[in-house]
């Protein structure tokens, strides 16, 4: 059963023509998916009850003629007009099946350099991201939702400063979200302060870029306007589960996958607060038998997905990779009266995560034995630790923006933004939301404190007004410490916890994580460098920082910063 929020979002992007409700929508789904009865009602079931939900394509294209499933998507970018044209042309058929697309723009040669075929000269990368952002801007995904991508450049790339300002002022390049990728190398000078190193020299021009020059503009950027975003190469390759077929050097549009070109992934995401019962206690034995049906699921989906182009389909079979993880993680937390920041839910979470990881990779290990293990398991990570697997990589955590309301949850490993605020420009159109299980348990304390019906209820109103206006509850005197200590909001952690938590999680993931770390309005840039300094310590693949404020045009709003641009 879904909110009134869920279903509204459900009618304007999910349901097909003749679907009227989300048991059909599941019905459709796990028909399309399963190869018996009994499977389709063990999926059925998994998603009807919100346990689990696959990524928004799988939903939204299962059971049709389009029957394209995955989420994410990297496409290869050389230097060559044709090169960079037919990426741009897969980019625009993965857009209109729901998927979201990754490029690293670190082969095309920088602005002003000779084109000798032509006896041209280049137009440098930046020029061509805006190019594949205005194919973006008139494709709809699947119909139903603006296209995403991922625009990554190297630190070593002669453009990097123009990269780097690319989107300083809002609104530029708007299909792109754009993120950095560093090396250690880089961040070591950083880190000793070795800012006047020479990190880049133009060759036409013999201008030299310093690695003050690129931090500073990356720091200044963040603070401006959230981007862009690091990510770290060597942490990335350390992990690359298949290190003979190459180097990683990009991510799906959000940043948690992280692919070789021409690979794509299917996603999905297990509701942990599904799992807490009401005796405080973790369903270990319901959370195994989901994730065990949860990789099957994920690992049909594979072979039974309509690839846009024939190249992607061969990369994708080679390694199998999927990306299962969890949402609602706040939430279980809540339930488990636990604050989001403790040491103790770091260490709840790593343990759960830990578990997720090795059960999914017990089953995989199981479906290679009935079926085989992926073609590229020779030379693998898998390979030298002799363990027969399915699937190259099996666990990642996704944002779940829309799966989440759907769920009823909060969204992937993200503390709840606030307990009331306005989500702009989901499916078109722009939902107050409030959280379920903060109401409830607002509605028993005030009631508890409040006998007279009509002070709880003024009381009750005044909370959720200033919740959605401030984004935080700690300022009201009233509420008892055992509540304001759980019922804490991404604002109220501060960014160092943001970043444990994402390590913690990131110590059991396959793949990456899609964190955003939130930082308040009155953060300095140097609060900013030491959290890009700390998360590239804490061994994480990549981060996301986002000054409150710092963008007009927000997904989630508080009153005070969105209403004037509803």
Request: with cysteine; glycine share 8%; net charge negative.
């Amino acid at each position: 059963m879904t909110g009134e929020v869920a279903e509204r979002i459900l009618r304007l992007r999910y349901y097909r023509e003749n679907e009227k409700s989300f048991d059909e929508l599941c019905r459709r789904v796990a028909a399309a998916i399963a190869d018996s009865k009994k499977e389709e009602d063990e999926y059925f079931e998994m998603m009807n009850t919100l346990r689990f939900l696959p990524n928004s394509p799988t939903l939204m294209n299962a059971g049709t003629e389009m029957n394209q499933l995955a989420a994410c998507f990297t496409l290869y970018v050389g230097d060559s007009i044709t090169e960079i044209f037919d990426a741009m042309k897969w980019g625009a058929m993965i857009h209109r099946s729901g998927g979201g697309t990754g490029y690293n723009f670190s082969n095309i040669r920088p602005e002003g350099a000779l084109v000798e075929s032509t006896e041209g000269i280049a137009s440098g990368p930046v020029s061509f991201m805006k190019a594949f952002d205005a194919v973006t801007g008139v494709i709809r995904q699947g119909g139903k939702r603006r296209g995403a991508n991922m625009g990554i450049l190297n630190v070593d790339h002669p453009d990097i400063i123009k990269f780097i300002e690319s989107k300083n002022c809002e609104g530029n390049i708007p299909n792109f979200n754009i993120s950095v990728m560093v090396t250690d190398i880089f961040m070591e000078l950083v880190e000793d302060g070795r800012f006047d190193n020479i990190w880049v020299t133009m060759e036409e021009t013999g201008e030299e870029i310093t690695v003050r020059d690129i931090w500073n503009g990356i720091v200044d950027g963040i603070w401006e306007n959230g981007e862009p975003g690091l990510l770290f190469f060597d942490e990335i390759n350390r992990k690359n589960m298949t290190p003979a077929l190459g180097k990683i050097d990009a991510t799906n549009p959000c940043g948690e996958q992280p692919l070789l070109p021409f690979e794509s992934c299917v996603l999905g995401s297990i509701n942990l607060s599904k799992f807490i019962t009401e005796n405080g206690e973790t369903d270990l034995a319901g959370l195994e038998t989901t994730v065990q049906s949860a990789v099957r699921f994920l690992d049909k989906i594979i072979d039974k997905n309509r690839y846009p182009i024939p190249v992607i389909e061969e990369a994708t079979k080679r390694t199998r990779k999927m990306g299962l993880g969890l949402m609602g993680v706040h939430d279980a937390l809540i339930m488990l009266k636990e604050p989001y920041d403790s040491p103790e839910s770091r260490n709840y979470c790593g343990r759960v995560m830990q578990f997720v990881n090795e059960t999914a990779i017990s089953e995989s290990d199981r479906l290679a034995h009935e079926k085989s293990a992926f073609p590229a398991w020779k030379g693998s990570v898998w390979d030298k630790r002799d363990i027969k697997v399915r699937n190259a990589t099996l666990t990642t955590i996704a944002p779940t923006g829309s799966i989440s309301i759907i769920a009823g949850c909060s969204s992937g490993i993200e503390p709840v933004f606030s307990y009331s605020y306005t989500r702009m420009n989901t499916a078109g159109e722009s939902f107050r939301v409030v959280h379920p299980l903060f109401k409830k348990e607002l509605e028993a304390v005030a009631g508890k404190l409040f006998p007279e019906p009509e002070e709880r209820k003024k009381r009750i109103e005044e909370v959720l007004n200033h919740v959605h206006e401030e984004g935080t509850l700690q300022d009201i005197g009233w509420l008892p410490d055992s509540f304001t200590s759980v019922f804490i909001t991404a604002l109220d952690v501060g960014w160092r916890d943001h970043i444990l938590m994402q390590a913690a999680f990131q110590e059991h993931v396959h793949a990456s994580i899609s964190k955003t770390i939130n930082i308040p309005q009155t953060a300095t840039k140097d609060d900013i460098a030491k959290a890009l300094l700390f998360a590239w310590r804490c061994r994480v693949k990549g981060i996301t920082l986002y000054r409150t404020s710092s963008r007009k045009d927000a997904v989630l709003c508080l009153g005070k910063f969105c209403d004037s641009h509803c």
